[in-house]
């Protein structure tokens, strides 16, 4: 069994005061051999102006201190750790990508994962107009990452809506697939917990979501209600509001019992065509 935990944070426009409170937070578990956690969307600076993130990315470019600072975190702690999201700049472009790293417990990068689909929406909210694309640069490649004996499918937010993705990465062997995200208040009270559970279900695996929430420093109000659904799509641990973690056991024989059961992977004739086509 391995255990696997979700951080909710109300991140700041502060990179040090956001490190601060995820160490807090990572302080407060009782770390197991093998213990995964995912920290939100946005993790180290939320909450400022969409071109203050582009310039975050372009002052730590050079000497890479986000990614460090996070994995720094990781090799404290002797966790894996799925650093939500962060900038990462792109000079071609002069955008970023949001980026999710994971790291092992030594401190290094296993993995890491650029935002395909980018928020561009418009939502009955304070903020009304999301033009994520602005300044960021959207990804073109999905990401699996070995965890001990699991495999992890990493997601960020608004890809919650795509369920391509999550069978592309349920085909490539992901146990459990992550969900770092900054939703809405208004499309995550519609929205949230039905996809997630979807997810869940369709694919057969865990769905780990950690969430920003509340009101934060721009006015912006996140949803929050970090969920860790299982396979079965059963809520197996939650937090609605406030800033704190959630965990659970992860079950390897669960996994390979309801996929057993229902073999929807074998039975899928789309994935059957594609194949045959090959």
């Known amino acids: 069994m391995a255990s696997i935990s979700a951080i909710q944070l109300t991140s700041r426009p502060c990179v040090e005061e956001n490190l601060e409170e995820i160490s807090r937070q990572l302080s407060s578990l009782t770390v197991s051999d093998t213990h995964t956690v995912v920290l939100p969307e946005c993790c180290l600076f939320f909450g400022g102006k969409d071109a203050e993130q582009l310039s975050l990315a372009k002052t730590s470019h050079q000497s890479d201190e986000l990614r460090t600072s996070l994995a720094n975190l990781a090799k404290s702690y002797g966790i894996y750790l799925v650093a939500g999201s962060i900038p990462l700049y792109q000079p071609k472009s002069d955008k970023f990508t949001n980026t999710c790293c994971v790291f092992s417990p030594q401190g290094k990068q296993l993995g890491r994962y650029d935002k395909i689909h980018l928020f561009d929406v418009n939502v009955e909210d304070s903020e009304k107009h999301y033009r994520e694309s602005r300044y960021t640069q959207a990804g073109n490649k999905t990401s699996v990452v070995n965890i001990g004996e699991l495999k992890l499918g990493l997601s960020i937010c608004y890809d919650l809506r795509f369920p391509e993705l999550f069978r592309d990465l349920r085909q490539s062997g992901a146990d459990i697939i992550t969900v770092p995200s900054a939703f809405t208040k208004v499309t995550g009270k519609a929205h949230w917990q039905a ?42 641990s939650s937090l609605a509001q406030g800033q704190g973690t959630i965990s659970a056991e992860i079950s390897p024989a669960e996994i390979r019992k309801i996929r057993s059961a229902i073999p929807v992977a074998e039975h899928n004739q789309f994935i059957t065509k594609l194949k045959s086509y090959e």
Request: hydrophobic residues 45%.
């Open 195 to 236: 996809l997630l559970q979807a997810r869940a279900i369709e694919n057969q695996v865990y769905i780990v979501a950690a969430g920003q929430e509340g009101i934060h420093a721009n006015g912006r109000e996140t949803w929050g209600h970090s969920m860790i659904i299982n396979p079965w799509g059963e809520i197996i």
